[in-house]
Every structure is written in structure tokens, then in C-alpha cells.
């Protein structure tokens, strides 16, 4: 369940009579219906709750509502609901008896269903007017390329615990261990990839890669130098993977370097703390990971990962991928501007794009380490004051949890030794959190699992 707030309402708090007005939304989308992530997504079932506030002077008695749909693409399929007795100054939900609602397979993402709500009680009687988006995208969701339907390419980050596809960060190092790449300012050197290994990417095969000091990479054969960074999609631009697409100046800092690791079946570029030209003094170490076909995907396209060790300069660059038409594309970040799919880029950043569209659960790293899921269990899920997180194993042993909030920032850690562990609804720092969707993660050596936590009031 995701939970949305709505404005602050400055009203009269003496009104006469009662006097309610709309609170909250909650997405209540659990399997088989739905996909568990929080949100209505196309093609989804599952239930819609909404939270009423009586900021009248007097108790609003035997409330009901009956909510309908602005949108024929968004069914209200059980649209009848109580809400009891609602004290002056009370809020009060339908969460024991939710709205039903189906959302149509073709409505686009993102899009805003306009809802309204005919509430009716003793004596009382008012229209609420407020909106739901279907496949609204947060700092915790894939972002899907585009413009089209459906994409081809989802871009993940680490913070996306909820999806299977969500990379970890794991630095290959290749100084050292690659070939290093002699560039000067703005050049493009053409590498070719190692034998049987082939780059498929948007649907074309690529036995050679081209490598840009300037922080991109081009799939097949490229002379492009761009160092003045663009928005994606853009046809003044080359088809590219750009993981810190800026005017860098490779002559200063450790180089650009290459490496088959066969061991974890990819290839490596990187930039090894390569200085900005402006100012030279500041500099930052990324790479691109390609995984080989071993790593199977629906399309046949290639995997591949972008990982941030450092996190200086950041300011004024491109993030994201470009195909062959120029017309198709993600931006993940240009000149400081994220996407709202998107974590601010840290040290420790992972952001894979794959073409495995979202799915709730653990994947298995590709060509890096074996995981497999964990039986885990949160009860009572919605809570109050704490609630218990456990693993399922056939040993104690120690176990990580991690709790995030809804925009993907880790909130608490808690160590267990016995496989179990209460967490109270605090912070680091020993303060309460807010109500409302919290995501929680557990890791073992070797295993990691997740899931969502509702914290009532």
C-alpha cells in the first residue's frame, strides 16, 4: 500500500456542523490482482482507500460515500462504502471496506484518473473532488524509455528494493587488470569486444564498441567526440550509453581502461578518476558494465550496468542511453535535473538497464554472485508502535535489515543475530517516523529478500 497525502487545507476549524473534507489515498494492490508496489498500474486490480477529515464543529454521524470514476479506462467496480461516525477534528478511512477498482491494460502511464466522491450522513451531504495516477513513477520505480509503448529498456537503480531487477553495487576495478586507453581531449577510440562476445542493443549486434573520453560509450563503430552534453533523446546526439556524459579531460587522473572479466561474464569500461577540463581539479571514477548473452533476457539485448565510486562533480552531465534513431531513449539526469525515477547520483550508485520489465521480488545478480530469496515475514503488517521482521532459515545466523521510506532513503539498520528483530518505527537518530509505506530488506551472507510495511497511526 502507498499512501498519498494531500495539500495542507487551511479551513475554519469552528465551521458549523460537521464538515468533511477529503485526507489521504491509499493503493492497496496485493497479488493475484495486483503487483504489490503501492500504486495502480495498467492491467491492475485492487482496492482504493481514502481517508476523510471532519474539520467541522460537530460529530459527522452514519457517514457513507460512493465513489466514481472520471476515466472509463479506470473501473469503480465496487464503488459503496461506510465510514461510521467521524468526531469534530477525527479522521476516518474505509481500510476495513476499501473501493474495488480494475484499471485497463491500454490507459498509458502516468496518467491522472480524476475521482470523485458523494459523501452522505446524518443530516449532511458533500462532493469531494480529488485524482489518482495509474503508473505514477517514484524515486523507488524503473524508468521505463521512451517515447512509446510499450519500452524496450527499463533503467533500475539500487534504491528500486521492490524489483527483482534492481541492481547491488559491486565495483569491478580494471586498473591494472584491463588495457588502458591513451586519450587526449575529446577523443574516440574504437575497441573491438572480445571473441563471441556480442552487444546486442535495440535489437542490432555489435562486435566493437566506441569508447569517448567524454564519459559515453557508443555500441559498433563511432567517431563522435560530443563534449557539449544534451538531454536524451536528442538527434543532435549519438546513439550512446552515457554513465557521466560531460567535458572531461582524460590526460589527468588514473585514464580510461578496458577489461574482459570472464569470470563474471562482462566487459568493463572505465573511467579512472578522469579530471573534469573545468575545473581540472575535480574528477570522479564510474564504469559501464556490459554483461555477454550468458545473462538471457526476453529481447536478447544485452544487460548493462553503470556504477558511481565517486559522486565530485556531478553538475552539469548527461545520464542515460540513446538508440539508433535518435527518438528513443532515458534520461536519468541532465545539468542536475533528475528524473523522478531516479536516485541522486552517490558514491556507491548502481543503475542497470535491462530490458526485463518490472517485477516484484529477488533476481539474481548477473554474472556476479548466486542469491537466492528468502522466506520472509512482517506481522502485524499494518502496525502500531513496532512490528516484527523474521527470516526464515534452517540456522541462526546473522541477518541485516534495512528499512527504507517511500522514496527509496534508508531510514534504519537493524543487526539480528537469531534471524528476527523488532523494529519501533524510529530513525537512526531515535526519532518517530511518519505513517505511512515503508519498505524493508533482509540480507544474509549469501541472501537477501524484502517487502512492504504499512506504519498506522
Known amino acids: 500500500m502507498a499512501k498519498v497525502f494531500a495539500d495542507d487545507i487551511n479551513l475554519v476549524s469552528n465551521a458549523n456542523g460537521p464538515y468533511v473534507v477529503y485526507r489521504s489515498l491509499t493503493v492497496n494492490d496485493p497479488q493475484p490482482g495486483g503487483n504489490g508496489n503501492g500504486r495502480f498500474d495498467p492491467g491492475e486490480t485492487g482496492g482504493l482507500i481514502v481517508e476523510l477529515r471532519n474539520v467541522g464543529n460537530q460529530s459527522a454521524d452514519n457517514v457513507s460515500a460512493t465513489l466514481r470514476s472520471g476515466d472509463a479506462r479506470f473501473a469503480v467496480t465496487d ?26 491494460s491500454s490507459i498509458p502511464l502516468e496518467t491522472v484518473v480524476p475521482l470523485t466522491l458523494f459523501v452522505n450522513g446524518d443530516s449532511y451531504c458533500d462532493t469531494l473532488r480529488f485524482s489518482v495516477t495509474v503508473g505514477q513513477i517514484r524515486n523507488i520505480d524503473p524508468i521505463p524509455d521512451g517515447p512509446r509503448n510499450p519500452p524496450l529498456y527499463w533503467a533500475y537503480d539500487d534504491v528500486d528494493v521492490m524489483y527483482s531487477e534492481h541492481p547491488d553495487y559491486n565495483w569491478i576495478e580494471t586498473r591494472g587488470r584491463g588495457t588502458q586507453l591513451v586519450l587526449s581531449d575529446d577523443q574516440t577510440v574504437q575497441v573491438n569486444l572480445p571473441t563471441g562476445f556480442v552487444w546486442k542493443y535495440y535489437g542490432q549486434d555489435y562486435n566493437q564498441i566506441s569508447v569517448c573520453g567524454n564519459g559515453f560509450v557508443t555500441p559498433g563503430y563511432s567517431t563522435n567526440t560530443l563534449w557539449t552534453n544534451t538531454g536524451l533523446p536528442n538527434s543532435s546526439a549519438p546513439m550512446m550509453v552515457a554513465a557521466n556524459w560531460d567535458d572531461l579531460y582524460p590526460p589527468i587522473g588514473g585514464g580510461v581502461w578496458y577489461f574482459h572479466d570472464a569470470a563474471n561474464h562482462c566487459f568493463v569500461v572505465e573511467w579512472d578518476s578522469v579530471a573534469y577540463f573545468s575545473p581540472q581539479t575535480s574528477w570522479d571514477k564510474f564504469e559501464i558494465i556490459i554483461y555477454d ?31 539508433n534513431t535518435f527518438s528513443i531513449g532515458i534520461q536519468c539526469l541532465f545539468d542536475a535535473a533528475y528524473h ?8 556507491g550508485r548502481a543503475i542497470k538497464f535491462t530490458p526485463v520489465e518490472p517485477l516484484l521480488g529477488i533476481a539474481q545478480e548477473p554474472g556476479v554472485r548466486t542469491t537466492r530469496g528468502l522466506s520472509v515475514s512482517a506481522l502485524p503488517n499494518p502496525f502500531r508502535g513496532s512490528v516484527n521482521l523474521s527470516v526464515d532459515l534452517n540456522t541462526s545466523g546473522p541477518v541485516l535489515f534495512n528499512i527504507f521510506d517511500n522514496a527509496g532513503r534508508l531510514v534504519r539498520k537493524l543487526h539480528s543475530s537469531n534471524n528476527s528483530t523488532t523494529w519501533d518505527g524510529r530513525n537512526e537518530t531515535g526519532n518517530a517516523v511518519v505513517p505511512g509505506v515503508y519498505f524493508y530488506r533482509a540480507a544474509t551472507a549469501d541472501r537477501e529478500a524484502g517487502g512492504k510495511l504499512i506504519l498506522s497511526r
Open 79 to 104: 464503488s459503496a462504502s461506510s465510514y461510521g461516525n467521524i468526531p469534530s477534528g477525527g479522521n476516518q478511512n474505509n481500510q476495513s471496506d476499501p473501493f474495488l477498482c480494475a484499471v485497463g
Open 293 to 323: 548473452t550468458t545473462v538471457h533476457t526476453p529481447t536478447g539485448d544485452n544487460v548493462f550496468t553503470v556504477q558511481y565510486q565517486t559522486a565530485n562533480n556531478y553538475v552539469s552531465n548527461t545520464v542515460g542511453i540513446q538508440d
Open 340 to 347: 523522478r525515477g531516479t536516485a541522486p547520483l552517490a558514491a
